[in-house]
């Protein structure tokens, strides 16, 4: 299996801040990597796919970038609405696998 | 839109067998390119993949979880299905009900179900 490693586990901020969150695979997954939203007491949000594209009505803050092992997950000016936890996905081979997850919480 | 809702007991007794039903709006559950799929979350811990399944047949699920679990697709409602025999606690959690995009740039969920928690114990 693919292990998925986020960090950090959480990150405290304040609204304008950036805020980066990193995702590493245990091993190369070229491109394929998914970032979900999860408030509390809802389901995930697709945030981000294939690494890179924005999901179709996620605001622009919100950007994806790498590719093999390492990959980033960055809000650029953090709104009071993403204080949320955050979770890859590793969208490369079976089984798929989630990293632990990093949860954005109020300065 | 697309929009997915779990229903089923919340609560199942250690050994028995956990019973699950996500019912499809919006998109027929025997559109062929269309993967349907199970994810849980244990109370305060991350996402676990169960499986996923199409109406061709093609099934996947989770090497951790397959000497238990049975998916199946219900066609006229337009449902689909998990069970997961001989649970114990480890396995209460949240569990979501979510569509797999499958495409040449990978696998992803969208959209998920709200969500049901299921508890055993006795």
């Known amino acids: 299996d693919i292990q998925m490693t986020q960090s950090p586990s959480s990150v405290s901020a304040s609204v304008g801040d950036r805020v980066i969150i990193t995702c590493r695979a245990s091993q190369g997954i070229s491109s394929w990597l998914a970032w979900y939203q999860q408030k509390p007491g809802k389901a995930p949000k697709l945030l981000i796919y294939a690494a890179s594209s924005l999901q179709s009505g996620v605001p622009s803050r919100f950007s994806g970038s790498g590719s093999g092992t390492d990959f980033t997950l960055t809000i650029s000016s953090l709104q009071p609405e993403d204080f949320a936890s955050y979770y890859c996905q590793q969208a490369n081979s079976f089984p798929l696998t989630f990293g632990g997850g990093t949860k954005v919480e109020i300065k | 839109q697309l929009q997915l809702q779990e229903s089923g007991p919340g609560l199942v007794k250690p050994s028995e067998t956990l019973s699950l039903t996500c019912t499809v709006y919006g998109a027929s559950v025997s559109t062929i390119t269309y993967y349907w799929g199970w994810i849980r979350q244990p109370p305060g811990k991350g996402l676990e993949w169960i499986g996923s399944?199409?109406?061709?047949?093609?099934?996947h699920d989770n090497p951790s979880l397959t000497s238990r679990v049975t998916l199946s697709i219900d066609t006229s409602k337009n449902q689909f299905s998990l069970r997961l025999s001989s649970v114990t606690a480890a396995d209460t959690a949240v569990y979501y009900c979510a569509r797999r995009v499958a495409t040449t740039l990978g696998n992803w969920f969208d959209p998920w179900g709200q969500g049901t928690l299921v508890t055993v114990s006795s």
């Open positions: 399944m199409s109406y061709s047949g093609s099934t």
